[in-house]
């Protein structure tokens, strides 16, 4: 019975761990159908003749419908031909000078950033005085806005996204082609290959799962083998109880009889000949009991040797499988850019914080670090470059955390750290050492030296607090640090 108990807890933590490989691939999907909806955003409004079908892609990538959306980009596609085809060049109307409409849209995104008023001012009244230093920190403020061509909106958002190791090498192909293309309507191809690669993975999803349902399936026949073997072993002992007792009767009955002929007195020939036949009774169900009992060891014997192949057997099975689980979980919150935990694992870490904290009230703090001027390094050094600072930068902060602390990739050239029983000062002179020896860690590429440097938004968790609201106070103390400057530490 231990060893059926055993292998139903095998069968159950087997179905958890399928459960889970396809909580990550639904999360996989779900982070693709994301980064289609905001491509869908970033290129509508170009042309209103396209946006009913970015609106249709959009709607199924959202309800994650992808053979309707794969159908849909064909038939952007078509209408993308159909225009190029027909619609004559025109000119934009210009209805308010480019000056005053610089100006509303950077009053708009840094409102509430009174590092940037006196900017903002001088832009408007007298914006010649506006040095370089001070042109670049106001277009940073309007980074958050979409600037960007589509394809390197797409590009980006390949970049920050989450993906299964066997694609990588082919995303980071689509998106130098996207960086690298001076066409407008280079994203069309791209969305068509993320949409071949989005086929791929749900084809290898339904794999990994039928394979793994093909194994949980030999698991319930190898416990029924087992509750078989069960019963048979009982069906043989009931079954040997039994033949002992009809050899206990016979023997007493002809022990009975013996004693009868005993007592009757009869001569002694008599006597002897009755024993004889008494004890070839006797004798002979012996015989009988004995045989049963060979053929229904033979018997158990047989099931057990099955049984224990067949064990051994899917027990080898069991074991690559839980192997390949354990390996597709770690590899599922494992930034393969960093080598550190990603946004998977943050956000399942910082739960887990965030419950800790309420029960006993220690400090906790997240800090949220940005790479300063990262697109101008991609684009001066190249993306291998850039891969190759954040692995470094990562590798700097890891290693001046504690083993309770966390440290994971928060998407693009973010990375989040939680200090658990930090106090909130203490926090902050470990901040500056960790920007300090970045800044001073000596980054080169090609033989030439490259000052790298970054910026960080600190906030604790405080009474009432939400892991929501200290990640806005962190992100706003982030864009704080970035106004003001770069390559220092706000906190809110």
Known sequence: MANQENWRQEYLDLATRQEEAQRVHAEQLSQLARAIVHLCIAASGFEPLLDQHLGQIRRFARKQRFRELIEQVGALDDALLRQEESAPPAAAPVTESAHARLVAAIEQRGAGIPALAPLIQRLREQPEQLSAGDIDRLLDTLAPRARQRPAERLAELLKNLEWPRRIEQDLHALRERLLSSERDDAWESALEQLAELLGGIAGEADQQVKATEDLLTQVTSQL??????????????????????????????????????????????????????????????????????????????????????????????????????????????????????????????????????????????????????????????????????????????????????????????????????????????????????????????GGRSVRVTVSCGISEFRSGDTPDQVFERADAALYQAKAEGKNRCIVH
């Open 224 to 445: 029924k083998e087992l509750d078989r073997y069960v019963s048979g072993a009982r069906d043989a002992r009931q079954a040997s109880l039994k033949s002992g007792q009809r050899l206990g009767r016979a023997v007493d009955d002809e022990m009975r009889q013996m004693h009868a002929h005993a007592a009757s007195g009869n001569d002694l020939a008599q006597l002897r000949e009755q024993l004889d036949r008494s004890l070839a009774t006797i004798r002979r169900h012996v015989r009988d009991h004995l045989a049963g009992e060979h053929k229904r060891h033979a018997k158990t014997e047989r099931l057990e040797n099955d049984l224990r192949q067949r064990t051994q057997h899917l027990e080898r099975e069991l074991a690559q499988v839980r192997e390949q689980l354990r390996e597709a979980h770690h590899r599922a919150r494992q930034d393969a850019v960093t080598g550190i935990p990603n946004r998977m694992a943050y956000e399942e870490r910082l739960e887990e914080e965030y419950k800790r904290w309420r029960r006993h009230n220690h400090f906790l703090v997240l800090m949220l670090w940005d790479i300063d001027d990262f697109k101008k390094i991609n684009d001066r050094f190249g993306h291998q470059a850039g891969d190759k600072t954040l692995r470094i930068i990562a590798r700097i902060l890891e290693s001046r955390i504690r083993e309770t602390d966390f440290i994971g990739r928060y998407g693009g050239e973010e990375i989040a750290t939680l200090l658990v029983g930090s106090p909130l000062t203490d926090a902050r002179k470990v901040a500056e050492e960790m920007r300090h020896a970045i800044e001073t860690s000596g980054f080169h590429s």
